[in-house]
Protein backbone atom coordinates (compact mmCIF):
# COMPACT_ATOMS: atom_id res chain seq x y z
CA UNK A 1 0.00 0.00 0.00
CA UNK A 2 1.10 3.56 -0.76
CA UNK A 3 2.09 5.35 2.08
CA UNK A 4 1.96 8.99 0.84
CA UNK A 5 -0.62 9.45 -2.12
CA UNK A 6 -0.61 12.62 -4.26
CA UNK A 7 -3.36 12.69 -6.18
CA UNK A 8 -3.08 15.04 -8.56
CA UNK A 9 -0.55 14.75 -11.48
CA UNK A 10 -0.79 18.63 -12.06
CA UNK A 11 -2.00 21.64 -11.25
CA UNK A 12 -2.86 25.09 -13.12
CA UNK A 13 -3.08 28.25 -10.92
CA UNK A 14 -3.36 31.62 -11.99
CA UNK A 15 -1.18 34.34 -10.29
CA UNK A 16 -2.48 35.73 -7.12
CA UNK A 17 -4.52 33.03 -6.48
CA UNK A 18 -4.74 30.10 -4.22
CA UNK A 19 -3.82 26.36 -4.58
CA UNK A 20 -4.18 23.44 -2.69
CA UNK A 21 -2.12 20.26 -3.12
CA UNK A 22 -3.71 16.70 -1.85
CA UNK A 23 -1.55 14.49 0.08
CA UNK A 24 -2.95 11.64 2.22
CA UNK A 25 -0.38 9.32 3.84
CA UNK A 26 -0.56 5.72 6.11
CA UNK A 27 0.85 4.82 9.10
CA UNK A 28 0.21 3.15 12.05
CA UNK A 29 3.27 4.66 13.62
CA UNK A 30 2.00 7.90 16.33
CA UNK A 31 4.98 9.91 15.91
CA UNK A 32 5.64 10.48 12.81
CA UNK A 33 6.77 13.80 10.37
CA UNK A 34 4.81 15.26 7.43
CA UNK A 35 6.73 17.63 5.33
CA UNK A 36 6.35 19.33 2.12
CA UNK A 37 9.08 20.43 -0.72
CA UNK A 38 9.49 22.01 -3.70
CA UNK A 39 11.84 21.04 -6.68
CA UNK A 40 12.04 23.05 -9.41
CA UNK A 41 13.63 22.16 -12.96
CA UNK A 42 17.48 22.47 -11.77
CA UNK A 43 16.56 19.21 -9.37
CA UNK A 44 17.42 20.59 -5.90
CA UNK A 45 14.46 20.05 -2.93
CA UNK A 46 13.88 22.72 -1.62
CA UNK A 47 12.05 22.48 2.43
CA UNK A 48 8.87 24.36 2.59
CA UNK A 49 6.90 23.36 5.72
CA UNK A 50 6.89 20.32 8.23
CA UNK A 51 4.14 19.07 10.37
CA UNK A 52 4.09 17.01 13.57
CA UNK A 53 1.97 14.24 14.44
CA UNK A 54 1.72 15.61 17.84
CA UNK A 55 1.55 19.16 16.61
CA UNK A 56 -2.12 20.81 17.90
CA UNK A 57 -1.83 23.58 15.20
CA UNK A 58 -1.67 23.45 11.67
CA UNK A 59 1.89 25.12 9.92
CA UNK A 60 2.63 28.28 8.40
CA UNK A 61 5.22 29.41 6.46
CA UNK A 62 5.07 32.58 5.00
CA UNK A 63 2.43 31.91 1.98
CA UNK A 64 2.47 27.86 2.69
CA UNK A 65 0.12 26.68 4.90
CA UNK A 66 -0.44 23.03 5.78
CA UNK A 67 -4.16 22.03 6.32
CA UNK A 68 -3.56 19.40 9.25
CA UNK A 69 -6.54 16.74 9.31
CA UNK A 70 -5.19 14.02 11.36
CA UNK A 71 -8.36 11.58 11.75
CA UNK A 72 -8.22 11.92 7.63
CA UNK A 73 -4.99 11.41 7.66
CA UNK A 74 -4.41 14.14 4.84
CA UNK A 75 -1.92 16.60 5.03
CA UNK A 76 -2.39 19.10 2.10
CA UNK A 77 -0.25 22.30 1.13
CA UNK A 78 -2.04 25.32 0.87
CA UNK A 79 -0.12 27.94 -1.06
CA UNK A 80 -1.72 31.74 -0.80
CA UNK A 81 -1.01 34.14 -3.49
CA UNK A 82 0.57 32.19 -6.27
CA UNK A 83 3.27 33.44 -7.57
CA UNK A 84 5.19 32.45 -11.46
CA UNK A 85 8.52 31.18 -9.20
CA UNK A 86 6.03 28.81 -7.31
CA UNK A 87 5.89 26.52 -10.83
CA UNK A 88 7.91 23.19 -9.90
CA UNK A 89 7.13 20.07 -8.62
CA UNK A 90 5.58 19.55 -5.04
CA UNK A 91 6.13 16.41 -2.75
CA UNK A 92 5.14 15.83 -0.04
CA UNK A 93 6.56 13.23 2.30
CA UNK A 94 6.88 11.28 5.94
CA UNK A 95 8.85 10.38 8.56
CA UNK A 96 8.22 7.55 10.94
CA UNK A 97 9.43 7.14 14.15
CA UNK A 98 11.20 9.51 15.89
CA UNK A 99 15.07 9.76 16.81
CA UNK A 100 17.84 7.18 15.27
CA UNK A 101 17.32 5.37 11.71
CA UNK A 102 14.78 7.37 10.00
CA UNK A 103 13.90 8.02 6.32
CA UNK A 104 11.93 9.54 4.16
CA UNK A 105 9.00 8.73 2.11
CA UNK A 106 7.96 10.47 -0.50
CA UNK A 107 4.87 10.92 -3.15
CA UNK A 108 4.72 10.73 -6.44
CA UNK A 109 4.61 14.74 -6.75
CA UNK A 110 2.14 17.07 -8.19
CA UNK A 111 3.47 19.20 -10.81
CA UNK A 112 2.38 23.04 -10.56
CA UNK A 113 1.75 25.44 -13.21
CA UNK A 114 1.31 29.45 -12.09
CA UNK A 115 -0.19 31.13 -15.62
CA UNK A 116 -0.70 34.81 -15.65
CA UNK B 1 25.89 28.15 6.46
CA UNK B 2 27.26 26.43 3.58
CA UNK B 3 24.20 23.91 2.06
CA UNK B 4 24.63 20.68 1.25
CA UNK B 5 26.91 20.06 -1.86
CA UNK B 6 27.40 17.36 -4.23
CA UNK B 7 29.82 16.23 -6.31
CA UNK B 8 30.03 16.57 -9.78
CA UNK B 9 26.43 17.98 -11.04
CA UNK B 10 26.61 15.68 -13.65
CA UNK B 11 28.23 12.28 -14.87
CA UNK B 12 27.91 10.21 -18.14
CA UNK B 13 29.24 6.79 -17.83
CA UNK B 14 29.11 3.51 -19.93
CA UNK B 15 27.13 0.16 -19.09
CA UNK B 16 29.15 -1.98 -16.66
CA UNK B 17 31.39 0.80 -15.49
CA UNK B 18 31.31 1.89 -11.80
CA UNK B 19 30.79 5.57 -10.61
CA UNK B 20 31.33 7.34 -7.06
CA UNK B 21 29.40 10.33 -6.12
CA UNK B 22 30.38 12.25 -3.14
CA UNK B 23 28.39 14.57 -0.78
CA UNK B 24 29.49 17.03 1.69
CA UNK B 25 26.78 17.87 3.87
CA UNK B 26 25.98 20.81 6.47
CA UNK B 27 28.51 21.46 8.88
CA UNK B 28 27.77 19.95 11.66
CA UNK B 29 25.05 17.70 10.59
CA UNK B 30 25.76 13.67 11.27
CA UNK B 31 23.35 12.36 9.07
CA UNK B 32 23.75 11.67 5.49
CA UNK B 33 21.17 9.85 3.37
CA UNK B 34 20.95 9.20 -0.26
CA UNK B 35 17.46 8.79 -2.59
CA UNK B 36 17.70 7.73 -6.09
CA UNK B 37 14.83 9.75 -8.49
CA UNK B 38 13.71 8.46 -11.72
CA UNK B 39 10.42 9.39 -13.64
CA UNK B 40 9.49 5.50 -13.35
CA UNK B 41 10.39 4.79 -9.74
CA UNK B 42 10.29 8.69 -8.36
CA UNK B 43 11.98 9.21 -5.14
CA UNK B 44 13.36 6.44 -3.38
CA UNK B 45 15.46 6.02 -0.27
CA UNK B 46 18.89 4.35 -0.79
CA UNK B 47 21.14 4.27 2.40
CA UNK B 48 21.32 6.50 5.46
CA UNK B 49 24.70 7.38 7.38
CA UNK B 50 25.15 8.58 10.88
CA UNK B 51 28.72 9.15 12.50
CA UNK B 52 30.35 6.90 9.91
CA UNK B 53 27.53 3.77 10.19
CA UNK B 54 24.76 3.00 7.52
CA UNK B 55 21.70 2.98 9.95
CA UNK B 56 19.34 2.21 7.23
CA UNK B 57 19.12 1.02 4.25
CA UNK B 58 16.68 0.99 1.17
CA UNK B 59 15.69 -2.29 -1.56
CA UNK B 60 18.56 -1.69 -3.51
CA UNK B 61 20.65 -4.30 -5.18
CA UNK B 62 24.49 -4.89 -3.30
CA UNK B 63 25.79 -2.76 -6.91
CA UNK B 64 24.91 0.36 -4.45
CA UNK B 65 26.79 0.62 -1.46
CA UNK B 66 28.05 3.82 0.30
CA UNK B 67 30.24 4.97 3.23
CA UNK B 68 30.87 8.25 5.62
CA UNK B 69 33.96 9.46 6.57
CA UNK B 70 34.75 11.02 10.07
CA UNK B 71 33.91 14.71 8.96
CA UNK B 72 30.52 13.32 7.89
CA UNK B 73 31.17 13.24 4.42
CA UNK B 74 29.77 10.82 2.16
CA UNK B 75 30.13 8.99 -1.10
CA UNK B 76 27.76 6.06 -2.75
CA UNK B 77 29.06 3.83 -5.27
CA UNK B 78 27.48 2.23 -8.11
CA UNK B 79 29.13 -0.81 -9.21
CA UNK B 80 28.10 -2.68 -12.95
CA UNK B 81 26.31 0.21 -14.29
CA UNK B 82 23.09 -0.76 -15.93
CA UNK B 83 21.41 1.65 -17.89
CA UNK B 84 18.29 1.28 -15.43
CA UNK B 85 21.12 3.49 -13.22
CA UNK B 86 20.21 7.01 -15.01
CA UNK B 87 18.61 8.79 -12.28
CA UNK B 88 18.96 11.81 -10.56
CA UNK B 89 20.74 10.73 -7.27
CA UNK B 90 20.00 13.16 -4.50
CA UNK B 91 21.80 13.61 -1.09
CA UNK B 92 20.02 14.97 2.62
CA UNK B 93 21.86 16.04 5.74
CA UNK B 94 19.89 16.60 9.24
CA UNK B 95 21.06 17.47 12.39
CA UNK B 96 19.03 14.37 13.78
CA UNK B 97 17.42 14.75 17.13
CA UNK B 98 16.18 12.52 19.37
CA UNK B 99 13.24 14.81 19.86
CA UNK B 100 11.09 16.84 18.06
CA UNK B 101 11.87 18.27 14.60
CA UNK B 102 14.77 17.85 13.00
CA UNK B 103 14.03 18.63 9.00
CA UNK B 104 16.29 17.15 6.14
CA UNK B 105 18.54 19.45 3.86
CA UNK B 106 18.73 18.72 0.12
CA UNK B 107 21.94 19.19 -2.62
CA UNK B 108 21.43 19.98 -5.90
CA UNK B 109 21.39 16.40 -7.59
CA UNK B 110 24.07 14.66 -9.40
CA UNK B 111 22.55 13.49 -12.49
CA UNK B 112 23.82 10.60 -13.61
CA UNK B 113 23.37 9.11 -17.34
CA UNK B 114 24.65 5.92 -18.10
CA UNK B 115 24.75 5.02 -21.94
Known amino acids: AQKITQTQPGMFVQEKEAVTLDCTYDTSDPSYGLFWYKQPSSGEMIFLIY??????QNATEGRYSLNFQKARKSANLVISASQLGDSAMYFCAMREGTGTASKLTFGTGTRLQVTL | KAGVTQTPRYLIKTRGQQVTLSCSPI?????VSWYQQTPGQGLQFLFE???????NKGNFPGRFSGRQFSNSRSEMNVSTLELGDSALYLC??????????????FGSGTRLTVV
Open chain 2, 27 to 31: SGHRS
Open chain 1, 51 to 56: QGSYDQ
Open chain 2, 49 to 55: YFSETQR
Open chain 2, 92 to 105: ASSPISSTGFYGYT
